[in-house]
């Protein structure tokens, strides 16, 4: 292996270790007290070193937020490649989005925490942006999968693949805000009927 090699090896290593730490210090903290200091005493690196790689604390900020999305998106590209049916895909998917209490905590605790940044940022909007089009082009792709197999009703694509969107980023919210500790699978089980009410088409009566 070439000395170059190793070196882009290590700099990839250093400065993921960096993002992760930074997606720590945000779970933990906050973005509002989140600082490049905190991060590099977390991932024991120097700010020196954390200077090399993002010159200011917006560009780590950017940096966590696009490898969060990139590996959620990662996610659910498996899941949508599966040998599955339209509808198993579907609620494969659901099943990863509402995974459970301590997962979604710590991913939508993170997620709303950018929403700011994102409507008053372009640069930070465009990360949010990119990745809702690739949630709602992967979903109208197994929706008119689901539609040719006539597991789903003749829906516009489109239109669904935002409402499931919606519906999920929804309902996690309420969940994160709920005072009751209901516990994540109800809410998705109530995503899933109204999706189930949207999408699946009419059981066949058979005749008398």
Same mark, same amino acid.
Not at 49 to 58: D, I, M, N, P, Q
Not at 145 to 172: H, M, N, S, W
């Given at each position: 292996?070439?000395?170059?090699?190793?070196?882009?090896?290590?700099?990839?290593?250093?400065?993921?270790?960096?993002?992760?730490?930074?997606?720590?210090?945000?779970?933990?903290?906050?973005?509002?007290?989140?600082?490049?200091?905190?991060?590099?005493?977390?991932?024991?690196?120097?700010?020196?070193?954390?200077?090399?790689?993002?010159?200011?604390?917006?560009?780590?900020?950017?940096?966590?937020?696009?490898?969060?999305?990139?590996?959620?998106?990662?996610?659910?590209?498996?899941?949508?490649?599966?040998?599955?049916?339209?509808?198993?895909?579907?609620?494969?998917? +659901?099943?990863?989005?509402?995974?459970?209490?301590?997962?979604?905590?710590?991913?939508?605790?993170? +997620? /709303?925490?950018?929403?700011?940044?994102?409507?008053?940022?372009?640069?930070?909007?465009?990360? /949010?942006?990119?990745?809702?089009?690739?949630?709602?082009?992967?979903?109208?792709?197994?929706?008119?999968?689901?539609?040719?197999?006539?597991?789903?009703?003749?829906?516009?694509?489109?239109?669904?693949?935002?409402?499931?969107?919606?519906?999920?980023?929804?309902?996690?919210?309420?969940?994160?805000?709920?005072?009751?500790?209901?516990?994540?699978?109800? /809410?998705?089980?109530?995503?899933?009927?109204? +999706?189930?009410?949207?999408?699946?088409?009419?059981?066949?009566?058979?005749?008398?």
């Amino acid at each position: 292996m070439s000395p170059r090699r190793v070196d882009l090896e290590l700099t990839a290593r250093r400065r993921e270790a960096l993002i992760k730490a930074g997606y720590a210090e945000i779970l933990e903290k906050g973005l509002h007290a989140t600082t490049i200091d905190s991060v590099v005493a977390r991932a024991n690196s120097s700010k020196g070193g954390a200077l090399h790689y993002f010159r200011t604390k917006e560009d780590l900020f950017y940096a966590v937020l696009e490898w969060l999305l990139s590996e959620l998106t990662h996610s659910l590209d498996q899941v949508a490649l599966s040998q599955e049916s339209p509808r198993e895909r579907l609620a494969a998917e +659901l099943e990863l989005l509402f995974h459970s209490a301590e997962v979604n905590r710590k991913l939508y605790l993170v +997620l /709303f925490d950018y929403v700011t940044l994102g409507a008053r940022s372009e640069r930070f909007r465009k990360l /949010f942006h990119d990745f809702f089009v690739k949630c709602r082009r992967r979903d109208a792709h197994i929706i008119s999968e689901g539609i040719k197999a006539q597991e789903f009703r003749r829906v516009r694509p489109d239109d669904a693949a935002a409402t499931i969107r919606a519906l999920v980023d929804g309902y996690c919210l309420q969940w994160l805000m709920d005072a009751d500790d209901v516990p994540v699978e109800v /809410f998705r089980e109530r995503c899933g009927a109204v +999706l189930g009410a949207y999408l699946l088409r009419p059981p066949v009566e058979t005749p008398r």
